[in-house]
């Protein structure tokens, strides 16, 4: 009967708060798998001398086969979803400490990672609308469950939770460790628990390069590309590979080039660029750019972000609007001279 009792007030209590309520992780937690025989403890922190009484969800805890208290502490075994949550022990009517009873969730792997350089940072997102409270943690004192693990915290945006973890590694040595990621997310009443290992090399992603300027010589285009203001310095030694997509004029087929001489007769292109050394994975491309060529159209040239031109000198396209002035000038003196006669 008392068993029952324990079970009805865990379900209660499931159906009136909902696991949405635990959004944030527990400073006390104990986990345990689904009906282990092995009990797990809570523990009664405290360091007065004397009895202490343990409630569940603030109902006494009554002692059962799989529910036993020793001394302080209390052991539980077999532990099903009904027995989950808030456990707290007291003396008279003080509150001593608390700990949440969670259950271990079946191991799923929502986390990507990236760095865009070589620098002491990187990201990773976890992507999973079911999670209510993320963190992540860097190092072995966190993939060991050390109680120093410097965890890092991420609001829910749409279902992801996005952070940014910093690193010691020297990006001027030959790298032999690898970086361990711990992850820890609560769903309902569940928190899962994975490492992942990885070579920052691995997760080596530039942001897109800039398209700058091209050179015309008499059968090709010459273009000057930059490395993104994210990447490495000095670019000499962190050097990348670029890649130019572009469409042909004459039949609006689509060519690549990993040189970045590229055919004279094309209406656009775009860039995207790679680790030259350890080929990593390609950036995003650049948004497409039209390709500006013959000298009575570099007036069009102005619109830098969605053009491609050769560098021109900068009273040029003053002129180009001062030539544009005056086409205006001569259409509205034809529209006032017909508008006299």
Known sequence: MKSLFLWMSGLLFLSLTGAQDLKHFPEHFVVAKKNDANPVTLTCRTNIEGDVTWKFQLEDVDIEENIQQNGLNLSVSAVDIPMLGKYSCWRGEEMLSSTYLLLEAEESDYLSCRAKSYDCNFSCVWINKRQTAVRLGL?????EGGKTCDWVSSDQKDGRFQFELNHSLSPYTEESTQLEVTVEAIAELSVLRKTKRFYLRDIIEPDSPSIVRYQEGKEDLNV?????SSWSTPHSYFSLEHQIEYVLKDDGK?????SVLIPKRISKLRVRSRDAVVLSA???WTAWKNVITGKDKLCKCKNKAKTCCP????EYLENCKNRKGRKKGKKSAKKTLKYNA
């Not at 190092?139 to 993939?143: A, I, N, V």
């Not at 689509?254 to 990993?258: C, D, E, H, I, L």
């Not at 560098?311 to 900068?314: D, K, M, T």
């Open 139 to 143: 190092g072995r004192e966190c993939s």
């Open 224 to 228: 000057t590309i930059d490395a993104p």
């Open 254 to 258: 689509t060519g690549r080039s990993s």
């Open 282 to 284: 390609w950036s995003q």
């Open 311 to 314: 560098e021109l000198p900068s």
